[in-house]
């Protein structure tokens, strides 16, 4: 699957910087993928994979640096240009995305009816090759709703695959699979690519498929990409003992933890100190109402003529009344 340096790059990504109203959501990301790898994305939940990877496919544009495809700037495209841009690559997206009222094989086909002039013994015969090459050409005339989850990935591959693109795109691939069936998707990504040569692009948090398929990998956290190298790089992180911790950056502790999947660590402290209860609640500064404290009593002095009861602060005189009894 490897390729040398010398390889076309079929996507470049220079200084991407991507806002939705005040919150930058991409900042500064730099990254190329050559044709033949597989570049593996990965990062947590809002960590910025997916919206990277609609720039990529060319559904969103940059507000400032530049998304090339095939040396093509995405964003200065006409709509038309793009079109055929997108006639180059295919995606399997996380939930297969198949038109239920379709049968698997007609999935396939809608691709190359829209977008050939391909006779139709010539577009059931490219359908079979498609079916055949994801091991599902059998299961040509059932429908979404009677395949497993599985089958329904590999025929949204087999879709993806009708025009022979030169990119791949996963979203989560192994997302909602067990295990086997989940290896069998690791299996067929890394066999497509030696196969056929294309690209792949997985975004995935699943790190057993991630090191498994990968050449490359990419680790994301808010917006920003931590470290970009090749997978055996990743591997020695991960598998960095406990007892040389300080030797490594905050980024790499943070890194480690992602992909060993600990519960303590950078990440956890992040996601536990980035905003107070209280701020959120209530809108206001947390230290402006405990004086810098985090935590605070709820108890106060009693006042002995305030109600003591729920109902004594509604009847007062109910109070009164058990006072004058005790």
Not at 130 to 137: W, Y
Not at 269 to 295: F, M, P, V
Request: charged share 30%; glycine share 8%.
């Amino acid at each position: 699957m490897s390729t040398d340096g010398q390889e076309e790059h079929v996507i470049e990504i220079e200084n991407l910087v991507k806002r939705f109203g005040d919150q930058t959501v991409l900042d500064g990301i730099n990254l190329h993928v050559k044709a033949g790898e597989t570049m593996v994305i990965m990062g947590g939940s809002g960590c910025g994979k997916s919206t990277l990877l609609r720039h990529m496919v060319g559904s969103l544009h940059p507000d400032e640096g530049k998304v090339r495809l095939f040396g093509e700037v995405l964003a200065e495209l006409s709509e038309e240009d793009l079109d055929e841009i997108r006639k180059k690559f295919g995606i399997l997206f996380q939930s297969g995305a198949l038109f239920q009222s379709l049968s698997v094989g007609d999935n396939v086909a809608l691709i190359l009816e829209e977008h050939t002039d391909l006779d139709a013994a010539i577009i059931d015969f490219m359908v079979k090759i498609k079916l055949e090459l994801v091991d599902l050409r059998e299961a040509a005339h059932k429908f979404p709703a009677q395949i497993s989850g599985g089958m329904k990935k590999r025929a949204g591959l087999a879709r993806a695959l009708a025009l022979d693109p030169k990119i791949l795109f996963y979203d989560e691939p192994s997302a909602g699979l067990d295990p086997v069936t989940s290896a069998a998707i690791d299996r067929l990504i890394i066999d497509l690519t030696q196969k056929l040569g294309v690209a792949s692009v997985v975004v995935t948090h699943e790190m057993d498929s991630a090191f498994t398929i990968a050449d490359r990998m990419a680790m994301l956290n808010k917006g920003r990409v931590l470290m970009l190298d090749k997978r055996e790089a990743f591997e020695e992180l991960r598998d960095w003992p406990e007892d040389r911790m300080s030797e490594l950056t905050e980024d790499q502790k943070l890194i480690r933890q992602f992909l060993r999947g600990d519960a303590e660590g950078p990440l956890t402290e992040e996601s536990t100190g980035e905003s107070s209860y209280a701020a959120d609640l209530l809108g206001i500064d947390n230290s402006k109402l405990t004086g810098g404290r985090s935590i605070q009593t709820t108890r106060r002095v009693p006042n002995p003529d305030e109600p003591k009861s729920f109902l004594g602060k509604l009847l007062p005189h109910r109070d009164k009344q058990e006072q004058d009894k005790s």
